[in-house]
């Protein structure tokens, strides 16, 4: 989880250096967006830092919700959250990311829910 956040965060942080060249800017975000990317980066470095089920469970859910708006975003044109599919994809990857990590850390750890929670 702890990679999966960093990555989020990385994101985040080329939002806010605009003079990149245009083969390194990927990913289309807003402010909001790239605010959401660095929260729930955030998150996911804290619950992989303390391998706690919970916060990665919260992490996961976050990066869905956050898909569900790009989604809707996209498809209605109501911006939220700002940029295009390429965040949409972004976001997606992290909710699959996070999840199949914590579904693979609770098959090697059984038990990790009874020591965080």
Same mark, same amino acid.
């Given at each position: 989880?702890? &990679?999966?956040?960093?990555?989020?965060? #990385? !994101?985040? &942080? %080329?939002?806010f250096t605009p003079s990149l060249p245009e083969y390194i800017d990927l990913v289309d975000l807003e402010p909001a967006g790239a605010v959401t990317f660095l929260l729930l980066g955030l998150g996911s470095v &804290?619950?992989? #830092?303390?391998?706690?089920?919970?916060?990665?469970?919260?992490?996961?859910?976050? %990066?869905?919700?956050? !898909?569900?708006?790009?989604?809707?975003?996209?498809?209605?044109?109501?911006?939220?959250?700002?940029?295009?599919?390429?965040?949409?994809?972004? %976001?997606?990857?992290?909710? &699959?990311?996070? !999840?199949?990590?914590?579904?693979?850390?609770?098959?090697?750890?059984?038990?990790?829910?009874?020591?965080?929670?």
């Amino acid at each position: 989880m702890t &990679v999966i956040g960093i990555g989020s965060i #990385i !994101t985040a &942080v %080329f939002v806010f250096t605009p003079s990149l060249p245009e083969y390194i800017d990927l990913v289309d975000l807003e402010p909001a967006g790239a605010v959401t990317f660095l929260l729930l980066g955030l998150g996911s470095v &804290v619950a992989g #830092i303390r391998r706690s089920a919970l916060l990665s469970g919260a992490a996961a859910v976050g %990066f869905a919700l956050a !898909t569900l708006v790009q989604l809707a975003q996209l498809a209605t044109g109501v911006v939220l959250l700002g940029g295009d599919a390429s965040s949409l994809s972004l %976001f997606l990857a992290g909710a &699959v990311g996070v !999840t199949c990590l914590l579904w693979a850390n609770r098959a090697a750890d059984p038990d990790l829910d009874s020591r965080n929670g």
